[in-house]
């Protein structure tokens, strides 16, 4: 892009059961995006929601023509609603952020910024996470590092999806069709420039966490199997120790 130059900025922002925290979201959202020169959309995702989040994105949409609305069929998970974002925006730069707002819509600017400069992928990385037991920061800190000495990708620690990528990194990432997708390593295993920029992650503003244990435990199952061979190094190991077992015990 030519620095200084107007921009088409889309937003991807995936929602399930955000009822409490959507009109928040889209005022600070709004705000920000009128201090951003050149288009913009965003891209709400609702993600099957059992509430009134398709209601109130509804409604956000006939007030605000940059924002649209996709409504999936059913609740297909957190990965796949980014994904079905990511397909539909037309924007020469697009910011993936989570609808709770503990993504804050204030750090866009400085993703903007870096992009500016040249750099395709801007990853957000969290220095501080506010109202998060010390448990989950734990089991956060210990994933990381687990996955950065697993993987021979360089995925950044303390990042989640909140991002913002060049349209030519969102071409390349579109060709890859996995089903079980983890977009923070997809985005890293790409290439292209990237950087990071640094943000206080915020207590969540109303409702609670939609990645559980299990949730959290089945992507970073995700992460590892996709990003590492390890997993099927110990398998092919542990095969051959059984079937020497076995031989030895017949004879």
Partial sequence: MTTGSPIRLSVVVPLYNETQTLPELVRRLGAVLDGVEGETEVVLVDDGSVDRTAELASEAVDRDPRFRLIRLSRNFGHQIA????????VGDAVVIMDG???DPPEVIPDLVQRWREGFEIVHAVRVSREGEPRLRKARAALFYRLLRRLTDTDIPADVGDFRLVDRRALT???TMRERNRYIRGMFSWVGFRQTTVGYA???RYAGESKY?????AK???????SFSNAPLRLALRLGFAISTLAFLFAA
């Fill in 172 to 174: 390349a990432f579109r």
């Fill in 82 to 89: 980014i994904s079905a974002g990511l397909d539909a925006v």
């Fill in 201 to 203: 992650r915020e207590a």
């Fill in 100 to 102: 709770d707002l503990q």
């Fill in 212 to 216: 559980p244990l299990r949730k959290l």
């Fill in 219 to 225: 992507l970073g199952a995700d992460g590892v199997l």
